[in-house]
């Protein structure tokens, strides 16, 4: 028995180890950008001081020969601009790609390799002649996100994912890889791609679903879902992903004390508890309800 114990001891030790040498030393407020031109600059949110990361969201066009983003009339030449601005106050800055539109899959393995290469040479460290780097010639995003939603089967991804993992990024000697799943679990559109183990967040959507949202299920339905994410995925942070505000026709907002006092206690306990992520800038910033849960010491 006491072997056992030294065993299962030493195994929690290593995954904390490996955790805390792969991924963020500090626990921290992650938003997206990029959805409204009514939400200010990305320099602005960077400006703000509240958030250790921000999402660009979406490249959304890929895997079919055709690559690009949409990021709701944001100026590109600001976007490049404001990336080394966020950069240089240590704000991770990642590309999500996906989203909620149809144009985007992986239809085959060799689309995956296409994909990666087009991301590496037009927003990460690469610079090969005749691709087109939307932010600007010197300026490379430090990871990309997943976030897939739609984009047909889940096919490939994982391949996409072991493929990015191997390049160096001019920021890191690594590209840092998240992703960003629904909150049932698992997410078959992704689960292929997380369990590559290459991913080094995990931002759980906890919103716009009824089944596991706090608003529907309470503590108890939300820690359901939780503890199967932060269990299956040792290695990997995992982020609480939150709104900002409520959507139409939705009630999926945590009031800052029900989730100081009654969520993130439990939320708390799992060993790889990451931070908090908010959908989204725009929302934020209407309503302020990230600088309230940064000001009452939730994260």
């Not at 250790?52 to 944001?74: A, E, K, M, P, Q």
């Not at 047909?152 to 840092?176: C, F, N």
């Not at 900002?244 to 009654?262: H, I």
Request: proline fraction near 4%.
């Amino acid at each position: 028995m006491a072997l056992g114990r030294r065993w299962c001891v030493a195994a929690l030790l290593l995954a904390v180890s490996f955790i805390a040498a792969t991924a963020d030393p500090e626990h921290g407020l992650t938003v997206f950008w990029g959805r409204n031109k009514d939400e200010g600059s990305l320099a602005e949110a960077c400006d703000t001081g509240i958030y250790n990361t921000v999402i660009i969201s979406f490249y959304s066009v890929f895997g079919h020969g055709r690559y690009w983003g949409d990021l709701s009339g944001h100026p590109l030449n600001d976007i490049g601009a404001d990336i080394v601005r966020c950069q240089q106050k240590e704000v991770v800055v990642l590309l999500s790609i996906g989203g909620g539109g149809k144009d985007y899959s992986l239809p085959t393995a060799q689309s995956a390799v296409d994909v990666a290469d087009n991301l590496w040479n037009a927003h990460l460290g690469g610079s090969r002649r005749g691709v087109f780097r939307p932010f600007g010639d010197d300026v490379a995003v430090d990871g990309i996100d997943f976030f897939i939603d739609q984009g047909g089967a889940p096919d490939h991804y994982d391949e996409l994912a072991r493929l990015l993992s191997t390049y160096k990024t001019r920021q890191y000697d690594h590209v840092r890889l998240t992703a960003t799943p629904r909150c049932v679990f698992p997410d078959r559109r992704i689960e292929r791609a997380l369990d590559t183990g290459v991913f080094e967040r995990i931002h759980v959507r906890f919103y716009g679903d009824d089944r596991c949202s706090y608003p529907h299920v309470h503590k108890d339905g939300v820690m359901a879902q939780w503890n199967k994410w932060s269990t299956r995925y040792p290695r990997s942070w995992i982020y609480l992903g939150l709104p900002a505000a409520n959507e139409p026709g939705r009630n999926d907002v945590v009031g800052v004390m029900s989730l100081k006092y009654d969520l993130m206690p439990g939320v708390k306990q799992a060993p790889n508890y990451g931070g908090v992520m908010l959908w989204d800038r725009y929302h934020d910033k209407l309503t302020g309800y990230g600088r309230d849960i940064y000001n009452a010491g939730v994260i």
